[in-house]
């Protein structure tokens, strides 16, 4: 195990000890503060690097507007045959060559850096210290000395009596289960078509979730390393800015933020439209329909030139 | 050995998969894929398994993707969710 992934830990010492020796003249390298940075540029380098999987998802979704004719009527013929109706989705995503699913490729290719990480910092973390990577002894001896708010970056929860080592742990435990929690919450108020009666299964499921979340990070994030914690904490922060960002700027069609933005639009642009039938206007189908085709065109214009 | 894995598998379709949204492109998912290919096909199974969590990447369109079972019929009933 530690053969096949020694390239890995070779690659993750070798950004941490980069950007250690970049931000050292600042921080100074015996600092904790300049390992913390290190482990956060990491992430940023990591994250910035899985953006073009996360954009390609997003116009998948984005194609997924046109096919919308397509999915209700499989919807309505399918009625009552879940399994049915999973096909057909899926085979009509297919026929046209996009796919609004994420697929777990971005959990699973980040899953063995944070593996690696974890060893890495893990080693630093022993007594005596162990060397992973390209790091040498001299660099952990020096990690395993450098202290964030008086809290070594190498310290666990439960594997230590400090104080500040309990106080720094719990401050980005609990900030890595609030940083997921709103990410979860911004998404299913704001960022999800509103689902119909079908769905209400999986959205009860999902509320529950959005609470347990928080509480499995409590649990498991006691026998993490400090710098573990930091990057959790970081991966978790960007994600939620990336949401956030997509959310604002280029919402999901039909969401409640999609709405916003239309009606923030219609205004700057001085057209008067009645926002809140947008979702239920039965008695109007012909002028709903006119209007929807209006809306839509101001985001249709504007995306290519975004990307 | 293929009830433990599979019942693994069962736990996390129960218990971890509802955390994140769905995402697998392919039906039936890649874990009650993976869950059939084992119990049918035992060791060859877990690589049928692996081969099909590789297909579901960003680059791959997806689609309907049923184990077959020994006599190269598809296996489409009785594994769900």
């Known amino acids: 195990m530690s053969n096949i992934l020694n390239p890995l830990y070779i690659a993750v010492?070798?950004?941490i000890i980069m950007?250690?020796?970049?931000?050292?003249?600042?921080?100074?390298?015996?600092?904790?503060v300049s390992w913390a940075l290190s482990i956060i540029g990491l992430v940023i380098i990591i994250r910035i690097l899985l953006i073009p999987l996360f954009v390609k998802q997003i116009k998948s979704q984005r194609a997924l507007t046109a096919l919308q004719p397509h999915l209700k009527a499989i919807q309505s013929?399918?009625?009552?045959?879940?399994?049915?109706?999973?096909?057909?989705?899926?085979?009509?995503?297919k026929e046209h060559k996009t796919n609004p699913l994420a697929s777990c490729f971005p959990i699973l290719a980040q899953a063995p850096i944070f593996f690696a990480l974890f060893t890495v910092l893990n080693g630093i973390g022993k007594k005596p210290p162990r060397a992973h990577g390209v790091l040498t002894i001299a660099d952990v001896n020096n990690a395993a000395h450098a202290t964030i708010f008086g809290a070594p970056i190498s310290a666990t929860f439960l594997g230590s009596t400090n104080?500040?080592?309990?106080?720094?742990?719990?401050?980005?435990?609990?900030?890595m289960s609030i940083t997921t929690f709103t990410t979860q919450r911004q998404l299913m108020v704001k960022g999800m078509p509103k689902m119909d009666s079908s769905n209400n299964m999986m959205l009860q499921q999902q509320k529950i979730m959005l609470y347990a979340f928080p509480l499995i990070f409590a649990v498991s994030g006691v026998n993490f390393?400090?710098?573990?914690?930091?990057?959790?904490?970081?991966?978790?922060?960007?994600?939620?800015?990336?949401?956030?960002?997509?959310?604002?700027r280029n919402p999901t069609p039909g969401s409640p933020a999609y709405l916003e933005l239309q009606a923030k639009r219609a205004r700057k642009s001085g057209i008067e439209l009645p926002v809140e039938n947008q979702e239920e206007s039965p008695q109007t189908p012909g002028s709903t329909l006119e209007i929807k085709g209006q809306r839509q065109q101001p985001v249709k214009k504007k995306r290519p030139k975004k990307k | 050995m293929r009830s433990a894995l599979v019942s693994a598998i069962k736990l996390y379709q129960k218990w971890i998969s509802p955390m994140f949204?769905?995402?697998?492109?392919?039906?039936?998912?890649?874990?009650?894929?993976?869950?059939?290919?084992?119990?049918?096909?035992?060791?060859?199974?877990?690589a049928m398994s692996a081969w099909r969590l590789i297909r579901c990447n960003p680059w791959s369109h997806g689609g309907v993707d049923y184990v077959k079972s020994k006599n190269g019929s598809l296996i489409s009933g009785s594994a769900t969710t």
């Open chain 1, 13 to 15: 010492s070798w950004v």
């Open chain 1, 19 to 32: 950007i250690h020796k970049l931000v050292s003249p600042i921080f100074s390298p015996d600092s904790g």
């Open chain 1, 77 to 93: 013929k399918h009625k009552d045959d879940r399994q049915k109706q999973s096909e057909e989705m899926m085979k009509l995503y």
């Open chain 1, 163 to 175: 104080g500040s080592v309990k106080i720094v742990t719990v401050f980005l435990i609990a900030f």
């Open chain 1, 225 to 248: 390393p400090i710098g573990v914690l930091i990057y959790w904490s970081t991966t978790n922060l960007w994600t939620w800015g990336q949401q956030f960002y997509v959310i604002k």
């Open chain 2, 21 to 46: 949204l769905a995402r697998c492109k392919y039906y039936p998912s890649c874990s009650s894929y993976a869950a059939t290919a084992i119990s049918v096909h035992g060791f060859k199974g877990l």
